[in-house]
C-alpha cells in the first residue's frame, strides 16, 4: 500500500508507534477519568459543566488515538485534539475558579491534568512530524 508524500512526511515511524500511541491512551483515560469523577461527585453546576467539559476533551482525545491507531485520518487530526486538550484544560479550571469555596487542588487538578496530557500530545505530534 503506498502513501503520498504528504501522509509519509506526518507518519509517526514504526518505532515509535507504541509510544504515542501508549501516551494517547494514557492521557485520554486519565481526562475521562477526572471529567467523570468531577461530574460523578460534583456539587455545584460548574462542577458539572467542568466534568462534562473533561468527558468531551477525552472523547476528542479517543478519536486522535483512534486515528493514530490505524494510521489514518489527516496528520492534523492529534495537533488539533493536543490544543483541544490544552484549551480544555483552561476552561476546565476557569470554570470551577469562578465558584465559591473551591480549593486550590480542584482548580489545578481539573485544569493540570488536560492541560499536561494536550502538552505532552503535542511533543509527540511534532516530534513525529520531525521525524
Known sequence: MSTSPIQRHHAVPASHRGVVLAVWAVATLAVAVLGWLVLALSERGGDRLAGGLLLLAAAVAAVATVAQARAAGPAWVPAVASAGLVLDGLFAGAVMLSAENVFASDVLLAGG?????????AGLVLRSRRA
Open 113 to 121: 491534568v488536560p492541560v499536561l496530557a494536550g502538552v505532552v500530545t
